[in-house]
């Protein structure tokens, strides 16, 4: 088992910035990727970024250039900066690990923009 918490979410004003963290622990090896997801209120769970064991990031079309996704394989941290956040950012933001047979999601963090 994998336990996964995030954490840095909050209230931001429009043009603000946040940075989110995810702690990863258990078992935590043979870990293929690691993720941010979000689901907005009355939406689908949507792909925000993703980090491969080898360091390759993909990020949705919606989030390129402002957000910039990152780990720190020796403290088994996941990190999501987010920059230039404007209102359809708001969601709750879900870590995900990805291992061979199983998938860890954490509780989620609420980000909530303002404008």
């Known amino acids: 088992q994998v336990q996964v918490v995030e954490s840095g979410g909050g209230l931001v004003q429009a043009g603000g910035s946040l940075r989110l963290s995810c702690a990863a622990s258990?078992?935590?090896?043979?870990?293929?990727?690691m993720g941010w997801y979000r689901q907005a209120p009355g939406q689908q769970r949507e792909l925000v970024a993703t980090?491969?064991?080898?360091?390759?990031?993909g990020y949705a079309d919606s989030v390129k250039g402002r957000f910039t996704i990152s780990r720190d394989n020796a403290k088994n941290m996941l990190y999501l900066q987010m920059n230039s956040l404007n209102p359809e950012d708001t969601a709750v933001y879900y870590c995900?690990?990805?291992?061979?047979?199983?998938?860890?999601w954490g509780q989620g963090t609420q980000v909530t923009v303002s404008s």
């Open positions: 980090i491969s064991s080898g360091g390759s990031t």
């Open positions: 995900r690990v990805r291992k061979i047979n199983d998938i860890f």
């Open positions: 258990g078992s935590i090896f043979n870990i293929i990727s």
